[in-house]
């Protein structure tokens, strides 16, 4: 962890309001104040940002998640950013941690929005310059933003975790919940040098139950499910379940967002999961923080890829199992 002082007066950082835990682990990281902002909302709803210091010709990383509620934190990051540019912000860099509306990337039925193409435009016309983002939900969502994007992956660090963990004493696979996840699920495998399986899903007739079958061996192994992101925990709790009726001798998910909407807590906490491994992409209140979540920081890849950024080096490092922080 950085405890100098960075340097270069023109780096500044922001956090808005939806994670700012992450924002200060982040520059304390890096080894810079965070800037002050203040983000108020009118009785009515309206939301109104005042930067309240000056950042002129600055290069300026605003830290923000749009995560629960999405539209107000969404809408806080688009008036922020057209503050930055009226205050003559040299570059203006929008660091999402969690990329909401990231599902909707596609029509899959007739008479559709692709909504994260327009939260893609709505960012790109306000006036940022570059996106930093961490484990979109498909990765072809940065061909969406016509301004660079910087794609991070949460895989290494989930890795290191398993790597370092007693589970690696065991016999492993890695298991992705759908075959949307196999790419993720394959990253994470190749990390650890273990086998993976897949479960697939079928319906095989309206209101008739999914039938999961399993793709690969796992009886007798421990598994560990990986997905991006668990919202309401129901496919994860599924598919934990069917691996150990397949005769698993053990299951552990991750993901890298931690959405946990709606009845999750509660069913992670009924489900047959030992442990479930996510990074704080998203700020999780202390009540959702369960004996069965263990929370790792995503706040020391973040801050080395806003260095390299700012220094014009290579971010291809951070993709790697281990990287180095070079200060």
């Known amino acids: 962890m950085s405890t100098e002082h960075y340097k270069d007066p023109k780096l500044k950082i922001f956090s808005l309001s939806s994670n700012r835990p992450l924002a200060e682990k982040i520059a304390e990281e890096i080894g810079v104040e965070l800037g002050v902002v203040s983000s108020t909302q009118f009785s009515d709803g309206e939301i109104k940002v005042n930067i309240e210091e000056s950042i002129r010709g600055a290069h300026v990383y605003v830290i923000q998640s749009t995560s629960s509620p999405v539209n ?12 930055l540019k009226r205050a003559s912000a040299k570059t203006i860099n929008v660091v999402i941690p969690y990329y ?9 039925q007739s ?3 692709i909504t994260s193409k327009l ?3 709505m960012i790109t016309m306000a006036g940022a310059n570059r996106v930093l983002a961490l484990d979109l939900h498909a990765p072809q969502i940065q061909g969406f933003f016509d301004i660079p994007v910087d794609h991070l992956l949460g895989a290494p660090l989930l890795a290191n975790y398993f790597l370092e ?8 696979v890695v298991v992705s919940p ?13 990390f650890i040098q273990a ?35 668990i919202d309401t925990a129901g496919t994860i709790a599924l598919a934990a379940q069917a691996l150990e009726d397949a005769g698993a001798e053990g299951v552990w998910a991750c993901c890298t967002h931690a959405v946990l909407s709606g009845p999750a807590i509660e069913r992670l906490e009924n489900s047959v999961i030992e442990k479930v491994i996510v990074t704080d992409s998203i700020n999780i209140p202390e009540e959702k923080l369960t004996g069965k979540i263990v929370q790792i920081s995503v706040s020391q890849l973040i801050a080395e890829a806003i260095r390299r950024i700012h220094e ?16």
Do not use: W
Not at 178 to 190: I, M, N, Q, S
Not at 209 to 225: F, P, S, T, Y
């Open 72 to 83: 107000d934190h969404l809408m806080e990051l688009l008036i922020m950013i057209d503050a």
């Open 100 to 108: 909401g509306y990231a599902r909707q990337d596609r029509k899959a």
């Open 111 to 113: 008479r559709e929005p």
């Open 119 to 121: 939260v893609a435009n």
């Open 165 to 172: 963990s007693d589970v690696m004493k065991q016999d492993v």
């Open 178 to 190: 759908d075959h949307g996840g196999v790419t993720r699920a394959r990253k994470l495998a190749e």
């Open 195 to 229: 086998p993976i399986a897949i479960i697939d899903k079928r319906r095989p007739k309206a209101n008739v139950a999914e039938v999961m079958n399993i793709i690969g061996d796992v009886k007798g192994k421990k598994c560990i499910l990986i997905d991006d992101m």
């Open 312 to 327: 014009n080096r290579s971010v291809s490092p951070l993709f790697q199992e281990k990287f180095t922080i070079i200060e």
